[in-house]
Nanobody, 125 residues
Framework: QVQLVESGGGSVQAGGSLRLSCAVS????????MGWFRQAPGKEREGVAA???????SYAESVKGRFTISKENAKNTLYLQMNSLKSEDTAMYYC???????????????????WGQGTQVTVSS
């Protein structure tokens, strides 16, 4: 059974930083795409960043230059380093994984088979 568990969310002032983690278990495919998504109250889910099993990454325009996605294969963990946080980054953040690689529109389609429960990020101005 595939499980994804996010951690690292919290409250921070604008301009601050947070690092989210996503621990993955029960997933044994060597080719995959992992992503971070977020959803604020009253808004649609938004793709934030994605990373392929080959290490290539993609980002939403709204977070480019501020957020960095990475993975640590030995720990089966996905990370999202978030710097220069803004109030508009406030949302529930979810990690997701699928058993095939990323495509150019992975963040838009959000077609991932497995999702975590989410971790809340609140940025106060």
């Amino acid at each position: 059974q595939v499980q994804l568990v996010e951690s690292g969310g919290g409250s921070v002032q604008a301009g601050g930083s947070l690092r989210l983690s996503c621990a993955v278990s029960g997933f044994s495919y060597s080719t995959y795409c992992m992503g971070w998504f977020r959803q604020a109250p009253g808004k649609e889910r938004e793709g934030v960043a994605a990373i392929d099993s080959d290490g290539s990454t993609s980002y939403a325009e709204s977070v480019k230059g501020r957020f960095t996605i990475s993975k640590e294969n030995a720990k089966n963990t996905l990370y999202l380093q978030m710097n220069s946080l803004k109030s508009e980054d406030t949302a529930m953040y979810y990690c997701a994984i699928r058993n095939y690689g990323c495509s150019w529109n992975s963040l838009v389609r959000g077609d991932f088979g497995y999702w975590g429960q989410g971790t809340q990020v609140t940025v106060s101005s």
